[in-house]
């Protein structure tokens, strides 16, 4: 059995351009983490999109914006090994072993597949293997922590079916991870108040201009109470924006101006707009310049490759010798 050394490991799928509903609810609590944990990776799930992204260009774009993204809100590249899932063979060969352990069944129960057959869409063999492949990206480096959003969790528990069923089969051999579900990371609302979502249409782009920000601020949806009115914090999109970026200090006080009346709703928003612009302003500088530097960008992700790959090797080794395919991976 391996040592247990406190790691935490997050993917994530390379699909659109970012919006401020992935910073607030993914990429801003994400960050935090890496500080904690002795070892920390975070990688590009390309093969993941592969089910869904099926235009070179686009996939290849996305990939690159999403190194960019997070490398501009903060991911140190020394501290966190970044890397493309893709670069990692040993991902592919494990998630065979792994499919061959765990019960059909186990992903016959799988949502993600059953919601798009749900609705009317071709599903892949691909989107059915997708917790295999998830559970192979998580084992393979002895993760023991994988932070997510809801929607994830089903799949971080069959990733500890797979490995306890490896171990059951062939011996302890895989480290069991735990999902981190952080329930104070709110659903982020979008313009009109459904989820922020690329689907929606509702989304504010994590790197516009100052000028799109405030344009796209002030069309976010409003009461219709007058200036001197008081306002209730707790039903307004606006707060519940302001309340996702700022402190909680800032959010407090935010709320007594909003019940005070007295402050118009265009006011509210200004605010709103100046603290995000105050946040965001530094990561739209970084973004501009990282994602007009493909070289860099791809040094980092080979620099983090390798060194996940030290890792990946080892425990892939372990596996091998557990199952009597005794032949070291080279
Ligand atoms: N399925 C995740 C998503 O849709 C992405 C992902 C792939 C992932 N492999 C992972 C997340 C491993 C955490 C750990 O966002």
Not at 215 to 223: A, D
Request: with cysteine.
């Amino acid at each position: 059995m391996a040592d247990r050394i406190p790691t935490v490991l997050t993917g994530v799928k390379p699909s659109g351009t970012p919006h401020i509903g992935n910073y607030l609810g993914a990429i801003r609590p994400a960050l935090g983490l890496a500080d904690r944990y002795e070892r920390s990776l975070l990688f590009i799930a390309d093969y993941h999109a592969l089910t869904t992204v099926q235009d070179a260009k686009e996939m290849t774009e996305s990939i690159y914006d999403v190194a960019a993204t997070w490398l501009a809100c903060g991911v140190d590249p020394k501290r966190t090994l970044l890397y493309r899932q893709s670069s990692i063979p040993e991902v592919f060969e494990l998630a065979w072993v792994l499919a061959c352990t765990t019960a059909k069944g186990l992903l016959d129960r799988a949502h993600a597949f059953k919601d798009a057959e749900a609705r009317g869409k071709h599903v892949n063999a691909g989107l059915y293997w997708y917790p295999v492949l998830m559970a192979a990206d998580i084992l393979l480096f002895d993760t023991t922590v994988v932070p997510v959003g809801k929607d994830q969790k089903q799949h971080i528990e069959i990733a500890r079916e797979a490995a306890e069923r490896f171990n059951h089969v062939f011996g302890e051999t895989l480290v069991v991870p735990e999902p981190a579900i952080d329930e104070n990371v709110m659903t982020i609302p979008g313009l009109d108040g459904e989820k922020m979502s690329k689907s929606y249409g509702n989304v504010i782009p994590l790197f516009a201009s100052s000028k799109e920000l405030r344009s796209l601020v002030m069309k976010i949806k409003t009461g219709s109470e007058a200036l001197e009115d008081p306002k209730d914090p707790d039903t307004s999109l606006v707060y519940a924006l302001y309340k996702a970026v700022a402190t909680p200090d800032e959010a407090r006080a935010a709320a007594e101006r909003y019940r005070a009346g007295g402050m118009g709703w265009g006011h509210a928003k200004h605010e709103l707009f100046e603290r995000l612009d105050a946040e965001l302003a530094g990561p739209r500088e970084r973004y501009a310049k990282l994602s007009a530097d493909r070289g860099y960008l791809d040094e980092v992700l080979a620099e983090g490759a390798a060194r996940a790959r030290r890792i990946a090797v080892e425990t892939l080794w372990r596996v091998r010798k557990a199952t009597g395919i005794d032949r070291a991976p080279v």
